[in-house]
């Protein structure tokens, strides 16, 4: 075996290369691209022992295993495309180990390098190899965390619009329950202020109303004239215009922000159903489009990647951890988890109550047994994600009568 520790950085990469006793044979610094890249192949083939001449390429390479500290981008698509064994090792692992090498705090970019070859080299049964999931399984969960990302951006956008308004028009935040809604938006973007804002015309609301697909037009319509044209208090008038310009300019942004949510989010739903497992995925109460890529995406589509259905749930973050010393044990949740998986799974687990009868008796006997909300929507995704797991490996769609039979709550 070659092992190599590869520090990668935005312009470049800091290598070593070990023989099977541990001791460096190269050393070098890599720019990043095609160039680093043809250099590492021509620096892993020189040191390559003389017995491995006669093997075929595919199994040489195959002899060379990477340790680096991510799991994506293109300088790791090229070693796996090269055939190599590449460790994605999480930078926690690496910064523990290195204090095995150091405890005085030093650190450079070839130490760095010498401590992920050291890693793969003696503790690679430790770690996981960087997943073979399809391209488009990829390209899903691409799609899918930009298009969370988009969502948790309106989020930031409206909390300081609610900020905005709260210090000088809080009668707009009593009128409008949502203000990411569509007439919300529209009726702040025609009225930043109180002194517009009061003289709205009812029919315009009323229109507002229509073109966002509300119903009660005419009691809802009453019902915001009358808290837009209450007394309140008011800033100084050069302060109110300021404010009204912040709030017209968060406007703006939120409303280009639904625009991008939608249509990204149709661009997901079409990757995501071309997919060889969606059928499986949307099959699940409470999955669909959206969070069912959301789902797939973060957990890949690599059939060798979760050992059994626990490896699958550590990785969701859904199952417990247990601390034990002496006569102490203590159950914690895992805060140590793919956060953007956990967040899907936590919504899933909500939304599967609604079409589950399962799943909705699951979660009231926890609730029952003196269980948490939370806890229990944690648990019930924990359930969800066992359920997932058999479903692909055994290629069969969800059946209710057969998921929740002998299921019964984890103590």
Same mark, same amino acid.
């Given at each position: 075996?070659?092992?190599?520790?590869?520090?990668?950085?935005?312009?470049?990469? /800091?290598?070593?290369?070990?023989?099977?006793?541990?001791?460096?044979?190269?050393?070098?610094?890599?720019?990043?691209?095609?160039?680093?890249?043809?250099?590492?192949?021509?620096?892993?083939?020189?040191?390559?022992?003389?017995?491995?001449?006669?093997?075929?390429?595919?199994?040489?390479?195959?002899?060379?295993?990477?340790?680096?500290?991510?799991?994506?981008?293109?300088?790791?698509?090229?070693?796996?495309?090269?055939?190599?064994?590449?460790?994605?090792?999480?930078?926690?692992?690496?910064?523990?180990?290195?204090?095995?090498?150091?405890?005085?705090?030093?650190?450079?970019?070839?130490?760095?390098?010498?401590?992920?070859?050291?890693?793969?080299?003696? /503790?690679?049964? !430790? !770690?996981?190899?960087?997943?073979?999931?399809?391209?488009?399984?990829?390209?899903?969960?691409?799609?899918?965390?930009?298009?969370?990302?988009?969502?948790?951006?309106?989020?930031?956008?409206? *909390?300081?619009?609610?900020?905005?308004?709260?210090?000088?028009?809080?009668?707009?935040?009593?009128?409008?329950?949502?203000?990411?809604?569509?007439?919300?938006?529209?009726?702040?973007?025609?009225?930043?202020?109180?002194?517009?804002?009061?003289?709205?015309?009812?029919?315009?609301?009323?229109?507002?109303?229509?073109?966002?697909?509300?119903?009660?037009?005419?009691?809802?319509?009453?019902?915001?004239?009358?808290?837009?044209?209450?007394?309140?208090?008011?800033?100084?008038?050069?302060?109110?215009?300021?404010?009204?310009?912040?709030?017209?300019?968060?406007?703006?942004?939120?409303?280009?922000?639904?625009?991008?949510?939608?249509? *990204?989010?149709?661009?997901?739903?079409?990757?995501?159903?071309? !997919?060889?497992?969606?059928?499986?995925?949307?099959?699940?109460?409470?999955?669909?489009?959206?969070?069912?890529?959301?789902?797939?995406?973060?957990?890949?589509?690599?059939?060798?990647?979760?050992?059994?259905?626990?490896?699958?749930?550590?990785?969701?973050?859904?199952?417990?951890?247990?601390?034990?010393?002496?006569?102490?044990?203590?159950?914690?949740?895992?805060?140590?988890?793919?956060?953007? *998986?956990?967040?899907?799974? !936590?919504?899933?687990?909500?939304?599967?109550?609604?079409?589950?009868?399962?799943?909705?008796?699951?979660?009231?006997?926890?609730?029952?047994?003196?269980?948490?909300?939370?806890?229990?929507?944690?648990?019930?995704?924990?359930?969800?994600?066992?359920?997932?797991?058999?479903?692909?490996?055994?290629?069969?769609?969800?059946?209710?009568?057969?998921?929740?039979?002998?299921?019964?709550?984890?103590?």
């Amino acid at each position: 075996m070659i092992w190599v520790g590869d520090d990668w950085a935005e312009d470049h990469h /800091d290598v070593e290369i070990q023989g099977e006793d541990g001791r460096r044979l190269a050393r070098a610094r890599l720019p990043e691209g095609l160039e680093g890249i043809t250099r590492l192949h021509a620096l892993i083939a020189e040191h390559m022992p003389v017995s491995w001449s006669d093997l075929d390429p595919a199994e040489a390479a195959g002899r060379v295993r990477i340790g680096i500290e991510t799991d994506r981008g293109t300088w790791v698509q090229a070693l796996l495309a090269a055939g190599y064994q590449v460790y994605a090792i999480n930078p926690m692992s690496s910064a523990r180990y290195r204090e095995r090498h150091s405890t005085s705090g030093a650190k450079s970019d070839a130490g760095d390098a010498h401590v992920l070859a050291e890693i793969v080299r003696l /503790d690679n049964a !430790h !770690h996981r190899q960087v997943a073979g999931d399809s391209p488009i399984a990829e390209a899903v969960k691409l799609l899918a965390r930009a298009h969370q990302s988009l969502i948790w951006d309106r989020t930031r956008q409206v *909390l300081r619009l609610r900020s905005a308004l709260r210090e000088f028009f809080p009668a707009a935040l009593q009128a409008f329950d949502d203000l990411a809604a569509g007439e919300a938006l529209e009726l702040l973007d025609r009225a930043p202020d109180p002194d517009r804002a009061a003289r709205l015309p009812r029919v315009t609301i009323v229109a507002a109303l229509r073109r966002a697909g509300r119903r009660d037009l005419e009691g809802k319509a009453t019902a915001i004239a009358e808290t837009l044209k209450a007394e309140q208090l008011r800033q100084p008038r050069p302060v109110q215009n300021a404010y009204a310009a912040i709030v017209s300019s968060q406007v703006q942004l939120i409303n280009i922000l639904n625009i991008e949510i939608a249509e *990204l989010g149709q661009v997901v739903a079409d990757h995501f159903g071309r !997919h060889r497992d969606a059928e499986r995925y949307l099959s699940l109460p409470g999955l669909g489009p959206v969070l069912g890529a959301r789902i797939l995406g973060e957990f890949g589509d690599d059939p060798h990647r979760y050992t059994d259905g626990k490896a699958r749930r550590n990785y969701a973050g859904t199952s417990p951890i247990t601390r034990a010393s002496g006569n102490r044990r203590v159950v914690l949740a895992r805060y140590a988890r793919n956060r953007r *998986l956990a967040d899907a799974v !936590h919504q899933w687990a909500f939304c599967a109550m609604r079409g589950s009868p399962g799943a909705r008796a699951y979660y009231q006997s926890l609730r029952e047994r003196g269980t948490g909300h939370q806890a229990a929507l944690r648990q019930l995704g924990n359930r969800l994600v066992g359920i997932l797991h058999g479903c692909l490996k055994t290629g069969s769609t969800y059946n209710e009568a057969t998921a929740w039979a002998h299921l019964q709550p984890s103590t």
